[in-house]
């Protein structure tokens, strides 16, 4: 039988209009391990909802964090999804760039978010992010190297025992170092790490007058502590590593410590990547006789520009990534250990979860100890653990941290760094209208 051809036309335009509905949803991510994961198992996501097609971008977090900026701030509407922190959530949400996230299906069950975590997304009482997944920082260290060492890891250990262990596992004949820490420049890279570490030797980026604080003694001892130790027992190049970087080294076995989120303790347990997996333990991040244990809290969360075209799509997507289901998922392909931590309460009283992760415990008492409230023993006039929440920390924490990077990679002395910092700062305060 032939078509008419009046007929043939109308079929073609009516499967165009049908093709036309699928909805493309731009998804802007980091390049972790989690959300690697995540791209692998959506599958299960399109099959689910066949109207809907992904479009990934996934970045180095650095370039994550500047070009998702860029966009949000120039309202430019490049992405429906995008990967933020708890740092932007409330500052973004205040300027109405987000999408708030209400009505959601019952079944996602809003009350299960951690209190902390759902809290630092939250304007108002309303969500403006979901929690992919949540950490604080622990130690993770070789249990096999410490007992070489004649040492043995304290629940709650001091930066004198942390400096005494790194310099005892080191050994440089067979390219293990004692000790692998951020120094790769970023406010949210070795940023993150110095400013939790700055905060555990009590000291805090500004007063209650909201003057910098870099010219005290405290940030003095944390500095030169640091880098004094990374020269002594740390990695060469360390100046240019980040999570990923200390990452593979520590899973390669080149670490005897790691300090960093807690995030990472699936990935250096799992044995099918990490060649140390049978021989790490964790400990809580160490303080300096301050009692404050670092105060680092942080999520990855997803979250939806208010410029997007596509948001009830957008949506269903955040829903579905940040769900119970999609959890039992993960487990389901990769088991228990894999699952994104840190977000919801029903995880953590889970007994196969329990079972399957030795890392639970401790990630959750790690969370439990942080207080983004009171980020240092000093007063201050501001929240967050390993960041300051205000707008122009963004910018002043990445221009520190290439002060800190610089006298990590001897540069210029710690001193030298210090003063510099504390300038900078003094300068962005006065233009920020702070003081």
């Known amino acids: ?17 049908g093709a036309a509905r699928a909805e493309t949803v731009t998804i802007a991510t980091v390049n972790n ?21 992904l479009e990934w971008v996934t970045l180095e977090e650095n370039v994550l964090r500047e070009r998702v900026t860029t966009d949000i701030a120039t309202q430019g509407g490049q992405y429906d999804v995008v990967t933020i922190g708890n740092y932007e959530v409330p500052i973004w949400a205040k300027q109405s760039w987000l999408e708030p996230l209400t009505g959601l299906p019952a079944e996602y069950d809003v009350d299960d978010l951690l209190p902390a975590i759902r809290g630092g997304l939250s304007v108002d009482d309303t969500l403006y992010a979901a929690p992919f997944y949540g950490e604080s920082a622990m130690i993770m260290y070789r249990t096999d190297l410490i007992e070489k060492a004649g040492l043995e890891m304290p629940d709650e250990p001091s930066w004198e025992f942390i400096g005494e262990a790194a310099r005892a596992m080191t050994d440089r004949d067979n390219d293990i170092s004692g000790i692998c820490l951020r120094g790769k420049a970023g406010w949210g890279e070795n940023m993150a790490f110095l400013t939790a570490m700055a905060n555990s030797f009590g000291a805090r980026w500004f007063d209650e007058n909201w003057q910098p604080q870099f010219d005290t003694p405290e940030w003095k001892e944390a500095v030169q502590f640091y880098v004094e130790l990374m020269n002594d027992a740390g990695p060469s190049g360390a100046s240019s590593n980040g999570f990923n970087e200390n990452l593979t080294l520590f899973q390669q076995g080149k670490c005897g410590m790691w300090m960093d989120a807690t995030v990472a303790a699936s990935f250096v347990t799992d044995p099918e990547d990490s060649t140390v997996a049978e021989n790490v333990d964790f400990a809580l991040f160490p303080d300096a006789g301050t009692g404050n244990h670092g105060n680092w809290l942080w999520s990855w969360n997803l979250a939806i520009p208010a410029t997007s075209d596509a948001k009830d799509a957008a949506k269903a997507f955040v829903a579905w990534a940040t769900s119970k289901d999609y959890t039992a998922l993960v487990a389901e392909n990769e088991g228990w250990a894999a699952a994104p931590p840190g977000t919801r309460t029903s995880l953590y009283e889970n007994p196969e979860y329990q079972e399957a992760a030795s890392f ?6 790690a969370m439990n100890a942080a207080d983004i409230t009171k980020p240092s023993v000093q007063p201050v006039p501001y929240t967050g653990g390993q960041f300051v929440a205000i707008p122009e920390f963004q910018s002043l924490g990445t221009t520190v941290g290439q002060l800190f990077s610089a006298a990590l990679a001897g540069q210029m002395s710690v001193d030298d760094a210090l003063a510099q910092a504390q300038q900078v700062a003094t300068r962005e305060m006065k233009r920020g209208g702070y003081n």
């Open 1 to 17: 039988m032939k078509l008419h051809p009046i007929l043939v036309g109308a079929c073609s335009a009516m499967a165009f209009v």
């Open 33 to 53: 391990g989690d959300m690697i994961r995540m791209q692998k198992l959506t599958d299960d996501f399109t099959a689910k909802n066949p109207d809907i097609e």
């Open 360 to 365: 639970a415990e401790p990630t959750l008492a």
